[in-house]
Structure formats: structure tokens, C-alpha cells
T-cell receptor, first 113, second 114 residues
Framework: AQSVAQPEDQVNVAEGNPLTVKCTYS??????LFWYVQYPNRGLQFLLK????DNLVKGSYGFEAEFNKSQTSFHLKKPSALVSDSALYFC???????????WGLGTSLAVNP | EADIYQTPRYLVIGTGKKITLECSQT?????MYWYQQDPGMELHLIHY???????EKGDLSSESTVSRIRTEHFPLTLESARPSHTSQYLC?????????????FGPGTRLTVT
């Protein structure tokens, strides 16, 4: 079965430190990969996606993600975390022509001042 | 900012009532989706549509129904609300690409059934 795993339920990081939110996938073919963020009491917002090409993808709010085909990973990163980055982060994958997304369970990021 | 709207934002209703959650988008997107999400938890796809007069059930069994008579409108109806339906409902839409398009989400409807 196809799946997306976010192995950490929660990540804690100090403000100003780099952050990483992990995502691995098990999807057939060449997947499209996405990161979304959900701030408290709000809907989801698209952050970035990998379709093809450069393995390092840059997105909104200073976030970036690195696609690693051999490790089937798509970790989200930011060089310097802000308190305002505290939110719920979801990784998702789409197997080519399949129009439904396969969602991870989400990782709660807490950035401490 | 995505142009996708949901009403109402909050709804408290008694058991057995019929409710319709509204979702509209002004982006001309073919594909629309309904997700159910308990606070801070994972997303569950309950319905989706690839275009007018096309609707499919999602991965999570739901007692709700949907319709897609117009491209921009994708309402979700519960014929008889129950406390187990208490949750947040998120509507989303995406464009014409074959899976490569990101989904745009509405602000959600938080439903409480008493």
C-alpha cells in the first residue's frame, strides 16, 4: 500500500536554530511531493512541492525541502526557526496521474523563544 | 491568498438535524475535495470531484453526500447529524494538472453536534 510517513509527532526547536521536519514516502513511480502548514485555528496552506528537476525545492516563508530518491525522503528544512513557525506540518505525495493525495499524519512543530 | 470560501465557519446543531456545509471557489478549478479533520490530527478524504456531475467517495467512510452541479460550488450535506459527526470539515480545490497541482484550502467549518 502506498503511504507517507512522518516519523515524529512533535518537533521542538529553539528560535534561531535550524529545523528539520522529516517525511518519507512509499509511492509507486515518480511521485509528486508536497508540504503544507496549518497554523492554529486555520486551514491548510501550501508551502512547496517537488515535481522534477533540482532536488532542493524552495518555498514560502523561507522553507525548503530536499528530495532524496534513494532514501525516499522529502524532509522540510529552515535555516533559522521563528516562533511564528510553530504549527502543524503535513507531508503529502501523489503518484503521477493519481489526483488524490496521500497524506502523512502531521508533525507538530514548536519553536521556543 | 487562495479564493476558496466555506460557510458557516462554526456551527452548533442538535442531533437529527439536516445540515449543508457550503464551499465555493473562484479559481475555475476542476477538482474539489472535502476532508474531515479532528483538531491537531490527520486529514481524512471523505469526498472528491473531478468536475461537474462527477463525485466520488473518499478513503474515509462518511454518511455525508456531496453534489457538483456547478464548477465553483461543492456543498456537503448531512441528512441527520449525530455527535460522531463533530469535527472540522475542510474544503479544497486544485487545478488542471495531473496530480502536480497543489490543493488550495478553505478556512474550514467547525461542526459541533449536540
Amino acid at each position: 500500500a502506498q503511504s507517507v510517513a512522518q516519523p515524529e509527532d512533535q518537533v521542538n526547536v529553539a528560535e534561531g536554530n535550524p529545523l528539520t521536519v522529516k517525511c518519507t514516502y512509499s509511492v509507486s513511480g515518480n511521485p509528486y511531493l508536497f508540504w503544507y502548514v496549518q497554523y492554529p485555528n486555520r486551514g491548510l496552506q501550501f508551502l512547496l512541492k517537488y515535481i522534477t528537476g533540482d532536488n532542493l525545492v524552495k518555498g514560502s516563508y523561507g522553507f525548503e525541502a530536499e528530495f532524496n530518491k534513494s532514501q525516499t525522503s522529502f524532509h522540510l528544512k529552515k535555516p533559522s526557526a521563528l516562533v511564528s513557525d510553530s504549527a502543524l506540518y503535513f507531508c503529502a505525495a501523489n503518484a503521477g496521474n493519481n489526483r488524490k493525495l496521500i497524506w502523512g499524519l502531521g508533525t507538530s512543530l514548536a519553536v521556543n523563544p | 491568498e487562495a479564493d476558496i470560501y466555506q460557510t458557516p465557519r462554526y456551527l452548533v446543531i442538535g442531533t437529527g438535524k439536516k445540515i449543508t456545509l457550503e464551499c465555493s471557489q473562484t479559481m475555475g478549478h476542476d477538482k474539489m475535495y472535502w476532508y474531515q479533520q479532528d483538531p491537531g490530527m490527520e486529514l481524512h478524504l471523505i469526498h472528491y470531484s473531478y468536475g461537474v456531475n462527477s463525485t466520488e467517495k473518499g478513503d474515509l467512510s462518511s454518511e455525508s453526500t456531496v453534489s457538483r452541479i456547478r464548477t465553483e460550488h461543492f456543498p456537503l450535506t448531512l441528512e441527520s447529524a449525530r455527535p460522531s459527526h463533530t469535527s472540522q470539515y475542510l474544503c479544497a480545490s486544485s487545478g488542471h494538472g495531473q496530480g502536480a497541482d497543489e490543493q488550495y484550502f478553505g478556512p474550514g467549518t467547525r461542526l459541533t453536534v449536540t
